[in-house]
């Protein structure tokens, strides 16, 4: 009997090695690949990482090239793209998960807010072509465009923060209510701080999708070489993924690398939102454990 125990243990024990230096292997292969690839993009773009770069407007002529307007207009579509979606967003998991009462119905719609999540971007853009550009004649302005990026990442939203809203224990609703307080001071003072950190995480990380999304802005026509900056809401623009999609496409070696040199400053941009997205995290930890 203890022998067929202890050859059952070597079993467990050596397939669990095996699993171990399995998923090691896969890990270490992927950091790898992603090592390489940002070796590649940075050895090609860092020599185009300059002050006129960042100054010049789009150009024909790859020396002259910049991304001074894609840049400016990446920023003021994440100016719409954030309060409108977190707006929405939260309203909308607030109402689903503390006020709708459980049935079918509820159950449907959150089904289908699921499901929203994983529609290919490109539908969106069709979306936004038929309702803000054409049918509420916004063209390819930074409204039109912000509205439709909200729509893209708002199921996402609304799903992260269900389940921020959903993992805060019923125990400090429930000495909220014994306290005296309503259903809104509780969620208000109670369970979004609680939740605040998992909503911001998901938030933040939906909103690294819309900043790098390209195929919503080429279907509602966005251009690709603006020289001008945005003047305001309803202003013409170009953004930073349609830049760097333009440039990715041309010929000309020189070209190749102003496409490296946006990517680049394009994962700082994610890089920051997503450190961001962190620290808010950890801030929000710490305070629960105090």
Not at 85 to 114: D, P, V
Not at 125 to 141: D, K, P
Not at 281 to 286: C, M
Request: glycine share 8%; charged share 15%; aromatic share 10%.
């Amino acid at each position: 009997m203890d022998r067929v125990l202890q050859s059952k243990t070597n079993r467990r024990l050596t397939k669990d090695s095996a699993m171990k230096w399995l998923f090691g292997a896969i890990a270490a292969a992927v950091l790898g690949i992603t090592f390489f690839l940002f070796y590649g993009i940075g050895a090609d773009g860092v020599g185009r990482l300059n002050f006129s770069f960042f100054m010049n407007f789009g150009s024909r002529f790859p020396e002259k090239a910049g991304i001074k307007a894609a840049l400016v207009g990446t920023l003021a579509l994440m100016a719409v793209v954030i309060p409108v979606s977190m707006f929405l967003g939260l309203c909308s998991a607030i109402y689903l998960e503390e006020y709708a009462k459980k049935n079918k119905w509820t159950s449907f719609i959150e089904m289908n807010i699921s499901n929203l999540a994983g529609v290919p971007s490109v539908v969106f853009g069709l979306l936004g072509l038929t309702v803000f550009v054409r049918a509420s004649s916004l063209g390819n302005s930074i409204l039109a465009a912000g509205l439709t990026m909200s729509l893209l990442i708002l199921p996402i939203i609304i799903v992260a923060s269900q389940e921020a809203l959903r993992s805060v224990p019923d125990t400090l609703r429930e000495a909220s209510y014994g306290m005296g307080a309503t259903k809104w001071q509780t969620i208000i003072h109670v369970i979004l701080p609680s939740a605040a950190g998992s909503i911001l995480t998901g938030s933040i990380l939906s909103f690294s999708r819309a900043i790098g999304e390209t195929a919503p802005l080429i279907v509602l026509g966005i251009p690709v070489i603006v020289q001008f900056l945005p003047t305001g809401p309803l202003s013409t623009f170009t953004a930073l993924p349609m830049q760097i999609y333009d440039w990715a496409k041309r010929p000309q070696p020189e070209f190749a690398d102003a496409a490296s040199a946006g990517i680049i400053v394009l994962m700082i941009l994610l890089i920051t939102m997503n450190g961001f997205a962190i620290y808010f995290r950890n801030r929000s930890q710490k305070k629960l454990k105090n």
